[in-house]
Structure formats: structure tokens, C-alpha cells
């Protein structure tokens, strides 16, 4: 049974910092892309960032410059730096990732972790 479980959530002011991590767990043969998703209330889950195996990322528009996405491949662990926060960061954050267990490839989402930035 594989597990994502998302940390590192909080409350923050304007202009702070927080560093999330997604550590998964079980039977693990390799980890794909790792994503973190985010979402508010009464709004779809929106792709905040993305890196591959090979350490390639992306961000949405809306991060660039302030979130850095990384991983640590050796400790099936995933992070994301998010700096300069915004009251608008304020959202439930999300850990996704492809792996490929003994058997199995899934898609596998954590519970999320509440980030929420005060002006």
C-alpha cells in the first residue's frame, strides 16, 4: 500500500515563508513526476508546481519566482519552497505523484495541508 502524506502547513503572514513536504511510503520500486495541487473552497484543484524524476520543473504564473519545487529522490520525499506568500497562497496544498509499486502504477494523492497566509 503506497501513502503520500503531505507537512510543513501553517499559518503565515504576508510576506513569509513555509517549506512543505510529501513523504511516500510502501512498496516503492520508483517514483515518477511529483506534483503539488492546491485548492480553496468552491474551486477546482489547481497545479501549482511539478517536477520530474530527472528534476525538471514547472510552475504556474502565478508562483514563479517565489515556490521551488524539489526532491530528494533517495528518501521518496518531495518539497515545496514557497516564499514572499500572498493572502491569495491561502489554500489547501496537495502532494500528487505517479509511482510504480511491485506491480502497480498509480496516481496517489495525500490528504492536504492547510496554508493559510494573513495580511
Known amino acids: 500500500q503506497v501513502q503520500l502524506v503531505e507537512s510543513g502547513g501553517g499559518l503565515v503572514q504576508a510576506g513569509g515563508s513555509l517549506r512543505l513536504s510529501c513523504v511516500a511510503s510502501g512498496s516503492i520500486f520508483s517514483i515518477n513526476a511529483m506534483d503539488w495541487y492546491r485548492q480553496i473552497p468552491g474551486k477546482q484543484r489547481v497545479l501549482v508546481a511539478t517536477?520530474?524524476?530527472?528534476?525538471?520543473?514547472n510552475y504556474a504564473d502565478s508562483v514563479k519566482g517565489r515556490f521551488t519545487i524539489s526532491r530528494d529522490n533517495a528518501k521518496n520525499t518531495g518539497y515545496l519552497q514557497m516564499n514572499s506568500l500572498k493572502p491569495e497562497d491561502t489554500a489547501v496544498y496537495y502532494c500528487n505523484a505517479v509511482i510504480q509499486g511491485r506491480a502497480t502504477l498509480g496516481d496517489y494523492w495525500g490528504q492536504g495541508t492547510q496554508v493559510t497566509v494573513s495580511s
Open positions: 517536477i520530474t524524476n530527472g528534476g525538471q520543473t
